[in-house]
């Protein structure tokens, strides 16, 4: 009888492990590694390349059912930067991003969803500029696995989507400035 009892609470204590490590868990991610970048094409003769300076990513993972993950970003749009300050000026302006009144944008995902070994397509809703518009950023986890230096648990993203930004009100000079504008971010992160 002692075996009996002994064996299923060996079981239940195995269930109840297994409980714990499929639970969602938080990341920190490390700032300094990280960067939101963005590119669009320029007259058809070249690509002007920025990248948003200040941003707070919020990252949850489940390894065990990605579709419980979540990741929400905040951006700080007066953090602009492409590397001309005129230029800087006009995209903040009302004429695009309009600052004054629009000082922030998020993105906040919805649906998480793996579609291949190390790749995670994540739907949510963009807002930039007050209009909010689903986007979908497409994810590539680099590694995931024990930091060499910080020796915990961390994971490397890379994601990318291409939005329209006259679909957020920001619609001037298309199409002669290309409407379509490709985002890039990349971040290391580890447990919390």
């Known amino acids: 009888m002692k075996s009996v009892r002994f064996g299923m609470l060996a079981v239940a204590a195995s269930l109840l492990a297994t409980a714990a490590v499929a639970e969602p868990v938080a990341y920190d991610v490390d700032m300094p590694h990280a960067s939101l970048s963005f590119n669009y094409n320029h007259l058809g003769y070249s690509t002007t390349n920025g990248r948003f300076g200040s941003w707070s990513p919020t990252l949850i993972i489940d390894e065990a059912n990605p579709a419980n993950s979540k990741v929400d970003v905040e951006i700080d749009i007066n953090s602009l930067d ?11 302006s009302a004429d695009f991003f309009d600052v004054a009144q629009f000082p922030s944008a998020t993105f906040k995902s919805t649906k998480v969803k793996q579609v291949g070994e190390k790749k995670l397509e994540v739907t949510g809703d963009l807002t930039i500029h007050g209009v909010t518009k689903p ?19 961390a994971v490397g993203l890379d994601a990318s989507a291409t939005i329209r930004r006259s679909d957020f009100g920001m619609a001037m000079a298309v199409p002669y400035v290309s409407d379509e504008v490709n985002i890039n971010i990349s971040f290391e992160a580890t447990v919390m």
């Open 135 to 153: 986007a979908v950023l497409e994810v590539v986890v680099n590694q995931l696995g024990e930091h060499p230096h910080a020796k915990k648990k």
């Open 82 to 92: 492409t590397f001309w300050e005129a230029r800087d000026k006009h995209l903040k």
